[in-house]
């Protein structure tokens, strides 16, 4: 990824991309090509060295069964919105201006694990369930389901965890505009309802 040292992502940052429950598209080679599959997943820290994203998929989906051995890449992806100039003091000032992007993303690299076993789905399942409903006014639980149902959904999934070995992180969130520009973007976000985008960029003016 390219990444200009203005835009490279704090530790912190990275933290929040890994851990934030969400999604992310993993993607790996096999003899007939890249595949790519969007899939939920939980970052366990104490897997080897830099930890692990753990996720799941249907048993049809051909990805899990024909990765090629070596490398694979999961894209993490933050928020992101089109930014107009017309935010931008600068603007009036000059003119010189142009509509760009904002974005925080993650590529996280490493090698794909294959876990068939019901143990292991159950624990990961669990535990991913429990990320998303924390909070909620009635969370739900696997366990509000019947036994052989879960059994039977367990039985149609597999396991896939990717074992990082390097993450390249970027966060392109107005850092190279003047700061009246970026307070201008970041007041233009709210007032459009894009409160994770303008958090995003109050954070790194350090607002």
Do not use: C
Not at 95 to 118: K, Q
Request: hydrophobic residues 45%; proline residues 6%; glycine residues 8%.
């Amino acid at each position: 990824m390219y990444i200009p040292a203005h835009f490279a992502a704090a530790p912190e940052a990275l933290q929040n991309l890994l851990t934030s429950p969400g999604a992310a598209n993993l993607i790996t080679m096999t003899d007939q090509g890249l595949l790519a599959t969007l899939l939920p997943f939980a970052f366990n820290p104490a897997v080897g060295e830099h930890g692990a994203l753990q996720a799941h998929m249907a048993r049809n989906n051909p990805q899990w069964s024909t990765a090629a051995t070596g490398e694979a890449l999961a894209i993490i992806q933050g928020p992101d919105d089109y930014i107009t100039p017309s935010w931008y003091a600068s603007k009036a000032e000059h003119g010189r201006v142009v509509p760009t992007w904002n974005y925080s993303t993650a590529h996280v690299y490493g090698e794909l694990m294959i876990h068939d076993d019901a143990g292991w789905l159950a624990q990961h399942v669990r535990h991913l369930t429990g990320l998303h409903e924390k909070g909620r006014e009635r969370p739900w639980s696997v366990d509000d389901a019947p036994e052989k149902f879960i059994a039977g959904q367990l039985r149609a999934i597999v396991g896939v965890e990717l074992v990082i070995s390097r993450i390249e992180a970027k966060e392109k969130l107005s850092q190279n505009r003047s700061a009246p520009d970026a307070e201008g973007v970041a007041a233009g976000l709210w007032a459009g309802g894009r409160e994770a985008s303008a958090a995003a960029v109050e954070r790194v003016r350090g607002n």
